[in-house]
């Protein structure tokens, strides 16, 4: 082969565009070009001479992109045959992609020649730049659907920002199923079924809101986790007591109450830990309103025992603190060379050392007195006949304010009469107040109440990009940051008109996140993003890891949630995510953190050591748990996690017909790390596993409930690890400084993540430069958390819609 090589410093912006044939031989990169001929007689003369003036996209492809194998570049559904060299701006959606694949480093792929890091950003620059231009003369802001439905979260916090009523929607609403990461996305659909359930759920709430008498005594049975040790303290409860719960329940009516208490059993139907009397109390709003001594049967009839623990107490309607708890007795530490075990739940490993609640019931009211003076009745009657003929006018005023609320927007008068049939008929037959229940039931089951109704304004051209109303934008923002109805502010904004002029916008946004309803975005979209709603469903092997218990389940959960907060709250740079000097902790938790002098069950901000192995999520318990499996950790769920979460770059879905590959096809005594290499080994799975394994391994000194370790069956840990980029670095230390060597890909990922949960649905190509923008204008506030939030509500996605 014969090899001649040209070298001159060139602008990028002064290439012209070309393409090169695939078997072209060695072209460099950006500044320089090394312009190369062909292997003699690969080609004929005209294509060697044409390629001499190429463009940086062209060299870049040729030498980089094409190199690997046809298998390796269509794994991911990314074709570079099929897509023009020349002009980046033809199929920007194919280009979005490689952007997206060097970005990350994927491309090329890991094993073959790569460029620097000033090549990477270059080429990565030049592209990004010119689809965003493109985008800027032509935007795409995609399109949510006509008809979204309220899902299970949204229904109720609409119910409790509408009526100021909590309601329990897990028991009225079927779960909701979950698209692109989120359970607001795939909400179009309204069968007969879930229809029968909201209308069964909007009659319930409706005479519960009123406060209508009830045909016959109702109630609920709240049964408590098995898994739930009872033995210390329960945050909420008065100092000196230990186990039970702690519910916050609305009481319908003013009157008396039945409070029904049974105890946990064994397998042999005996009350466990019942070995000496103890005293339980049963409280309201932390008053003692009964107290029961609980002793051992001489008979063993343990049922006689629950019959006794029975309580009928004097209550006001609305929401109030029901408590059930024991009088803690005093122990003494237990003096063993090992620190014991924390859980006691389970009867043959670990059996309760005392009797713990089992289920609590509530049925009532008895002798009612009325409907009280509940927040919710306050909410509903703005106004209160003083005789039958202000009935009607009265009845108006009402539904007219339920309405606009409910509908969220300005309600007409016809609007008001079609509501006002319901009233009459059932005003008619029980009176006013049964009226308004008829009413506020039709209001529940409203199309305008159940659905989020976006339609392309009249005269609008099809397939062209349009501002969405101020009355839209609205309910855009409310469900983003509240995952509900908007406020009056906020609404009356709208209806003026102002909310679609930026700074408007931007104080409503503000304004939002401040409110205590803005928690929604922890405990909805980051409990969703960071699959904290999983912990629910994870038990670890008990025999392995003897020492879990649901109340260091829910302490996982509250850790993040906490952290997470503060960084919104404190309005923090995002990146404080990845690393911090600071968590939040109980005794529980830090027990099992091995950080001592934190005692009680509240939890508070703990500041860290520099050399701690805590702080920031990935050092998390939650994070750690539901990203292993029972018996052991998961570099690849791991891993697979941290790419698709963290990076925004999940691996590409595994080839058809290979099957899976299990544990019991390698030998078992070998390491996790020995046992992937086997799987790594097998062709069809290396290239995946390449990108995911690495990054997993960096936290095997984490084992599946989080414990920090060294060894692992007298093994010391290898937690060598690397990312796509081609870094390498040791444990979670390393992983972190990787990942925020390069925030804009952290900080990308989770502006989509967002993104995704406040359009409800799911990011696609035509968004990438709207996500660059985001991420540029909040570099330069340190990606502070408010930076990314109004960068994505004055967005083109999110303040624009594309006509059918």
């Known amino acids: 082969m014969i090899l001649r090589i040209v070298q001159k410093q060139i602008p990028i912006g002064s290439f012209r565009a070309g393409t090169i044939r695939r078997g072209s031989c060695l072209f460099s990169w950006l500044p320089m070009v090394l312009v190369a001929c062909s292997t003699l007689g690969s080609q004929p003369p005209a294509s060697r001479s044409s390629s001499s003036a190429t463009s940086p996209v062209t060299l870049f492809v ?29 199929q920007p959606g194919a280009w979005e992609r490689v952007v997206r694949k060097l970005r990350a480093r994927q491309m090329p792929p890991a094993g073959k020649d790569r460029p620097d890091e000033r090549t990477y950003d270059a080429i990565v620059k030049q592209l990004a730049s010119a689809l965003d231009r493109a985008s800027a003369r032509h935007p795409n802001p995609g399109r949510t659907e006509t008809f979204r439905r309220l899902n299970r979260t949204e ?5 409790r920002d509408l009526l100021a009523l909590d309601i329990d929607a ?27 359930r909201y209308i069964s759920a909007a009659q319930k709430i409706s005479s519960q809101a009123v406060g209508a008498p009830r045909r016959a005594q109702g109630g609920d049975t709240i049964r408590i986790r098995a898994d739930l040790t009872q033995e210390e303290h329960v945050e909420g409860l008065p100092l000196g007591t230990r186990g039970g719960a702690l519910l916050p329940y609305t009481f319908p009516r003013d009157g008396e109450y039945d409070i029904h208490i049974r105890l946990a059993r064994d397998r042999n139907e005996e009350i466990e830990g019942l070995h000496e ?11 003692r309103m009964k107290l029961f001594t609980i002793s051992p049967p001489a008979d063993k009839n343990y049922e006689s025992v629950d019959e006794k623990l029975k309580a009928r107490i004097l209550v006001t309607a609305g929401p109030h603190q029901l408590g059930v708890t024991f009088l803690k007795n005093p122990s003494s530490l237990l003096e063993t060379k090992r620190q ?46 003083a005789n039958p003929a202000e009935e009607e006018s009265c009845a108006e005023r009402i539904l007219s304010a339920l309405m606009r609320r409910a509908y969220r927007r300005p309600v007409a008068r016809a609007d008001v009469q079609k509501l006002m049939t319901f009233y009459r008929k059932a005003q008619a037959a029980d009176g006013f107040e049964a009226g308004i229940e008829s009413a506020l039931s039709a209001i529940l089951v409203g199309p305008e109440f159940l659905f989020r109704v976006e339609k392309d304004p009249a005269g609008v ?27 009056d502010e906020l609404l009356d904004t709208a209806i003026r008109g102002d909310l679609h002029k930026s700074r408007a916008l931007e104080k409503q946004a503000r304004r939002m996140l401040t409110d205590s309803r803005s928690r929604n975005l922890i405990s909805n979209f980051a409990g969703q993003w960071l699959y904290l709603r999983n912990l629910e469903s994870v038990t ?10 649901d109340n260091l389940r829910q302490a996982f959960r509250q850790e993040t949630e906490f952290f997470f907060e503060s960084v919104v709250r404190e309005d923090r740079s995002v990146l404080d995510l990845l690393r911090s000097d600071y968590t939040f902790l109980n005794e529980r938790l830090a027990k099992h953190y091995r950080i001592p002098h934190v005692y009680g069950s509240r939890f508070r901000r703990v500041a860290l050591d520099k050399d701690s192995e805590r702080g920031g999520l990935l050092r998390q318990g939650s994070i750690l748990t539901v990203t292993s499996y029972a018996t052991r950790t998961s570099p690849v769920i791991r891993g697979k996690w941290i790419l698709a979460n963290l990076l925004g770059t999940p691996p590409p879905p595994p080839l058809p017909n290979v099957p899976a590959l299990k544990d019991n096809t390698v030998s078992a005594t070998l390491s996790v790390r020995q046992r992937l290499a086997e799987h790594r080994a097998n062709v069809a799975c290396a290239g995946c596993h390449s990108l995911m394994d690495p990054v997993g391994f960096s936290l095997e000194n984490f084992d599946a409930i989080g414990r920090w370790r060294t060894f692992e069956e007298g093994v010391p840990i290898d937690a060598s690890g690397g990312l796509p980029d081609g870094s390498t670095f040791t444990s979670v230390s390393g992983l972190e400084e990787g990942l925020r060597n390069r925030p804009e890909l952290f900080v990308g990922a989770l502006t989509e993540k967002l993104l995704t949960f406040a359009l409800g649905r799911g990011i696609e190509t035509y968004d990438a430069p709207a996500v660059r923008r985001i991420v540029r204008e909040a570099r330069a506030q340190d990606y502070r958390f408010s930076s990314i939030i109004l960068g994505i509500v004055n967005s083109t996605p999110f303040t624009m819609r594309r006509a059918l």
């Not at 359970?183 to 879930?194: K, Q």
Request: include cysteine; glycine fraction near 6%; proline fraction near 8%.
């Open 170 to 196: 897990a028991s009225l609403l079927p779960k909701d199923d979950v698209g692109h990461g989120f359970d607001n996305v795939t909400v179009g659909d309204h069968s007969p079924t879930l229809l029968d």
């Open 155 to 159: 229904y109720r916090n609409a119910i």
């Open 540 to 549: 670890p092997d008990l025999r392995l890891f003897p020492d879990f218990d």
């Open 277 to 287: 009397s103890h005293e339980m109390e049963v409280l309201l709003d932390r008053e």
């Open 340 to 385: 014991p075990y924390n859980a006691h739940f389970n009867m043959h490993r670990h059996p309760r050392l005392a009797p713990a609640v089992y289920q609590i019931s509530i049925n009532g009211p008895y002798e009612s007195e009325g409907p009280g003076d509940s927040p919710s009745r306050r909410r509903v009657f703005v106004c209160q006949p």
């Open 461 to 487: 051209a099809p397939d062209t990009a349009y501002r969405i109303s101020d009355l839209a934008l609205a309910s855009r923002l409310s469900f983003f940051l509240w995952s509900s109805i908007p406020d």
């Open 62 to 90: 040729n030498q980089y992109c094409v190199t690997c194998h046809d298998s390796e570049v269509k794994k991911g559904g990314l074709d570079l045959d099929r897509i023009s060299l020349e002009d980046v701006t033809r």
